[in-house]
């Protein structure tokens, strides 16, 4: 049979519509094959950038423990070259500057934390008093209150930070530091003495439970100057302030009290008004220090009393001229990858210990 005109136009249009569906379908299985392959690419992509950002990591991480290495070696110097005394002159004092290492750079500095006022200093125990003389003896001199003495100068720093008493009177903040740190539940632990009234103006638990986010008070020793954002009524600008000036160094340990006196060589002048001196008498001492620093706490008390007819009443107290305790804190920068580095470190008997390390931006 002889197929007509109508059969073979049909069977054109049959094979233009299957052809059609075939381009399409093929159109479509391109479309998908280059999109998987785009995104095993980018994958690949994310991966060896991932690894790569994980390896120079990993690298910074090492040259921040060679800086810590290194801050050990030269505080071991130090206290080899003078026992005695730590001061601004000091080669840890010195700024590292930026040292090139392979892909990037790196830098830090020391920083002596006794040169700051130690919060944790509110908790110290009351001290016990002395037994009665014998017939005859004189009257044994008291053991100072050395809290008592730390919130007081605590108080006169925030009369510097905060004149404008946006916290509240100074005695607030010191209340407020002592409820986060001290064990029990009483609001406003005001002083150490049990006949002294409680005032009333700190924070405990349910107040800090009452916030959005809730939390509770620490009820232990700040372990860093960063949880006093975490307190009443410290903000970000009071924070700023008051971050160069304070610590949140160890009172204890193996149930022996561990002292951490502001050394005097490496105050600065902001500190020394803390301890009574007025601007032009710590201006004074703080001038001297920058190239003459006093090499024993005798050497500190006899420039007082021959230069300071008004001594302040405690500056003995709780004070030195040498270190046990020194901030580090360095960055290390590799291509893209930057980390920080905050260490403490211990410097104990000749012998470096490093007590915390965070990797966080202060």
Same mark, same amino acid.
């Given at each position: 049979m /002889?197929?007509?005109?109508?059969? &073979?136009?049909?069977?054109?249009?049959? #094979?233009?519509?299957?052809?059609?569906?075939? =381009?399409?379908?093929?159109?479509?299985?391109?479309?998908?094959?280059?999109?998987?392959?785009?995104?095993?690419?980018?994958?690949?992509?994310?991966?060896?950038?991932?690894?790569?950002n994980?390896?120079?990591?990993?690298?910074?991480?090492?040259?921040?423990n060679?800086?810590?290495?290194?801050?050990?070696?030269?505080?071991?110097?130090s #206290?080899?070259?003078?026992?005695?005394?730590?001061?601004?002159?000091?080669?840890?004092?010195?700024? =590292?500057?930026? &040292?090139?290492?392979?892909?990037g750079?790196? *830098?830090?500095?020391?920083?002596?934390?006794?040169?700051?006022?130690?919060?944790?200093?509110?908790?110290?125990?009351?001290?016990?008093?002395?037994?009665?003389?014998?017939?005859?003896?004189p009257?044994?001199?008291?053991?100072?209150?050395?809290?008592?003495?730390?919130?007081?100068? !605590?108080?006169?720093?925030?009369?510097?930070?905060d004149?404008?008493?946006?916290?509240?009177?100074?005695?607030?903040f010191?209340?407020?530091?002592k409820?986060?740190?001290?064990?029990?539940?009483?609001?406003?632990?005001?002083? *150490?003495?049990p006949e002294?009234?409680?005032?009333?103006?700190?924070?405990?638990?349910?107040?800090?439970?009452?916030?959005?986010?809730?939390?509770?008070?620490?009820?232990?020793?700040?372990?860093?100057?960063?949880?006093?954002?975490?307190? /009443?009524? %410290?903000?970000?600008?009071i924070?700023?302030?008051l971050?160069?000036?304070?610590?949140?160094?160890?009172?204890?340990?193996?149930?022996?009290?561990?002292?951490?006196? !502001?050394?005097?060589?490496?105050?600065?002048?902001?500190? =020394?008004?803390?301890?009574?001196?007025d601007?032009?008498?710590?201006?004074?001492?703080?001038?001297k220090?920058?190239?003459?620093?006093f090499?024993?706490?005798?050497e500190?008390?006899?420039?007082?009393?021959?230069?300071i007819?008004?001594?302040?009443?405690?500056?003995?107290?709780?004070?030195?001229?040498?270190?046990?305790? #020194?901030?580090?804190?360095?960055? %290390?920068? &590799?291509? *893209?990858?930057?980390? #920080?580095? *905050?260490?403490?470190?211990?410097r104990?008997?000749?012998?470096?210990s %490093?007590i915390?390390?965070?990797?966080?931006? =202060?």
């Amino acid at each position: 049979m /002889k197929p007509n005109k109508k059969h &073979i136009t049909g069977a054109l249009r049959n #094979f233009k519509k299957q052809s059609g569906v075939a =381009l399409i379908t093929a159109l479509i299985l391109t479309t998908i094959a280059v999109s998987v392959a785009g995104t095993v690419m980018y994958r690949q992509q994310i991966q060896i950038r991932l690894s790569s950002n994980i390896a120079h990591m990993e690298q910074a991480y090492l040259y921040a423990n060679g800086m810590e290495d290194w801050a050990g070696t030269i505080l071991i110097k130090s #206290f080899n070259d003078h026992k005695e005394y730590d001061s601004v002159l000091d080669d840890w004092a010195v700024l =590292l500057p930026p &040292i090139p290492i392979p892909g990037g750079v790196m *830098n830090g500095q020391l920083f002596d934390l006794q040169a700051r006022l130690n919060l944790n200093s509110l908790d110290r125990p009351q001290p016990i008093p002395p037994p009665p003389p014998r017939e005859g003896q004189p009257q044994p001199e008291p053991k100072p209150d050395i809290a008592d003495i730390n919130r007081q100068r !605590i108080q006169k720093l925030i009369e510097q930070v905060d004149p404008d008493q946006e916290m509240g009177p100074p005695e607030n903040f010191t209340d407020i530091v002592k409820d986060w740190i001290d064990k029990d539940q009483e609001n406003g632990n005001h002083s *150490n003495n049990p006949e002294e009234e409680i005032s009333g103006n700190g924070a405990e638990s349910p107040y800090y439970q009452s916030l959005e986010p809730a939390y509770y008070s620490a009820n232990t020793l700040l372990v860093s100057p960063t949880e006093l954002r975490l307190l /009443k009524g %410290v903000d970000k600008k009071i924070y700023n302030k008051l971050k160069e000036h304070v610590s949140t160094l160890p009172i204890k340990a193996n149930n022996n009290e561990i002292k951490t006196p !502001i050394n005097i060589n490496t105050a600065t002048v902001d500190v =020394l008004k803390t301890i009574g001196f007025d601007p032009t008498e710590a201006g004074d001492i703080y001038d001297k220090v920058q190239d003459s620093p006093f090499e024993s706490k005798e050497e500190f008390e006899n420039y007082v009393s021959d230069n300071i007819p008004e001594a302040p009443a405690d500056f003995k107290h709780d004070t030195d001229v040498n270190s046990s305790y #020194f901030l580090l804190q360095g960055k %290390v920068e &590799i291509h *893209n990858s930057r980390l #920080f580095i *905050n260490s403490i470190l211990e410097r104990k008997n000749g012998r470096i210990s %490093v007590i915390m390390r965070d990797f966080s931006k =202060l």
